[in-house]
C-alpha cells in the first residue's frame, strides 16, 4: 500500500536556525497538510495545501512557516527562524479527493528538536 | 469553533477487560468523524471512520464506535482488550464542508492494558 514519507525522521537544530522537513505525499493525491504534537499534547493542524496554494492555516501558522511543493512529488514545511517551542512531532499527511469521503493518510512524522 | 473532547487522559485496564473511549464534539453541521491510534514511536494509523450510513461502525483490530448524532458523541469500543492495545488513541473529527478539509484531533487517551 502506497505511504506517506517523511525525511528526516529527527532533525535537531540550533534555535534561530532555518529548517526543512520533508514529505512525499501518495503521488495520486491532491491535498496535503502539515500537523504538530508537541510533547504530551494533543495533535495540531497548521496548514492545509491545494492546487498550489494554502487552502487554510491555523493560528499557529505564522510568519515564520512557509509551504511548498517544488517539484510535484515533494511538499516541504520551512520554519524560517526556529524557537525553542516549535520543538515538536510534525506530521504530514495527504488525501485523494477522487471522491470526498476518503481519509487522510500520514506520514511516520518528523521529530525536531531546537538546541 | 469546533472542538474534540475525549473524557479521559489516562486509562489503564487489565488483558481481557472491556474498553470505552469517550468522544464529544461541538459542531452542529455534517461531520467526519476518526478514529486514530498512535503505538509507542509509530505514527498516526487509521482505527475507523464514520462518514454516513450505518453509526455502528467496525475498524481494524476488533474496535469499533458508534455515532450518536443527538448527542454529538462518538465513543470508541473494544469488547476484550489485549496487551498490544497499549498506545494513544485520537478521536478526530472533519467538517464535512470544509473547503480544506482540516481534521481536529482530541487531546488523546493513552491506553496502558496491564498483561
Known amino acids: 500500500e502506497p505511504e506517506v514519507t517523511q525525511t528526516p525522521s529527527h532533525q535537531v537544530t540550533q534555535m534561530g536556525q532555518e529548517v526543512i522537513l520533508r514529505c512525499v505525499p501518495i503521488s495520486n493525491h491532491l491535498y496535503f497538510y502539515w500537523y504538530r504534537q508537541i510533547l504530551g499534547q494533543k495533535v495540531e493542524f497548521l496548514v492545509s495545501?491545494?492546487?498550489?496554494?494554502?487552502?487554510?492555516k491555523s493560528e499557529i501558522f505564522d510568519d515564520q512557516f512557509s509551504v511548498e511543493r517544488p517539484d510535484g512529488s515533494n511538499f516541504t514545511l520551512k520554519i524560517r527562524s526556529t524557537k525553542l517551542e516549535d520543538s515538536a512531532m510534525y506530521f504530514c499527511?495527504?488525501?485523494?479527493?477522487?471522491?470526498?469521503?476518503?481519509?487522510?493518510?500520514f506520514g511516520d512524522g518528523t521529530r525536531l528538536s531546537i538546541l | 469553533a469546533q472542538s474534540v473532547s475525549q473524557h479521559n487522559h489516562h486509562v489503564i485496564l487489565s488483558e481481557a477487560a472491556s474498553l470505552e473511549l469517550g468522544c464529544n464534539y461541538s459542531?452542529?453541521?455534517?461531520?467526519?468523524l476518526f478514529w486514530y491510534v498512535q503505538y509507542p514511536g509509530q505514527h498516526l494509523q487509521l482505527l475507523l471512520k464514520y462518514f454516513s450510513g450505518d453509526p455502528l461502525v467496525k475498524g481494524i483490530k476488533g474496535f469499533e464506535a458508534e455515532f450518536i448524532k443527538s448527542k454529538f458523541s462518538f465513543n470508541l469500543r473494544k469488547p476484550s482488550v489485549q496487551w498490544s492495545d497499549t498506545a494513544e488513541y485520537f478521536c478526530?473529527?472533519?467538517?464535512?464542508?470544509?473547503?480544506?478539509?482540516?481534521?481536529?484531533f482530541g487531546a488523546g487517551t493513552r491506553l496502558f492494558v496491564k498483561a
Open positions: 478526530a473529527v472533519r467538517e464535512g464542508n470544509t473547503g480544506g478539509f482540516k481534521t481536529i
Open positions: 459542531y452542529g453541521g455534517t461531520v467526519n
Open positions: 495545501f491545494y492546487n498550489n496554494e494554502i487552502s487554510e
Open positions: 499527511a495527504s488525501r485523494a479527493r477522487v471522491r470526498i469521503n476518503q481519509p487522510q493518510h
